[in-house]
């Protein structure tokens, strides 16, 4: 008697799920991740315009340091709603929302006061 097969037997079915169990289980963790560098990224590039800015700010001035401080240069960018800018000129900090992605930033150089 001769069999012809026509479909998968249930140990390769079982087989095929076992593996994409297991790639599953390794590729999950670092996709995980993957936001938490986006948002790192983020709070970089944020932090960069706003240095970028404050130097524009004392360019425009023709050197003298913008007066009315880290407001002054905040004003002159637009940044994401996540982020969040506070702290003074010589220390700056950049978050991004209630998480750990965050930078401080110098620029003390470019601007005075609060």
Known sequence: MVRSQKGFTIIELVVVIV???????????????LSGDAQQAVVNGTAAALKSAAVISYARAQGNAAANGLNSVKAQTT???AVSITGTCAAAVVQYGATTASVTVDISEYCTGA
């Open 79 to 81: 940044f994401d709603a």
């Open 19 to 33: 593996i994409l169990g297991i790639l599953a289980a390794v590729a999950f963790p670092k996709f995980q991740s």
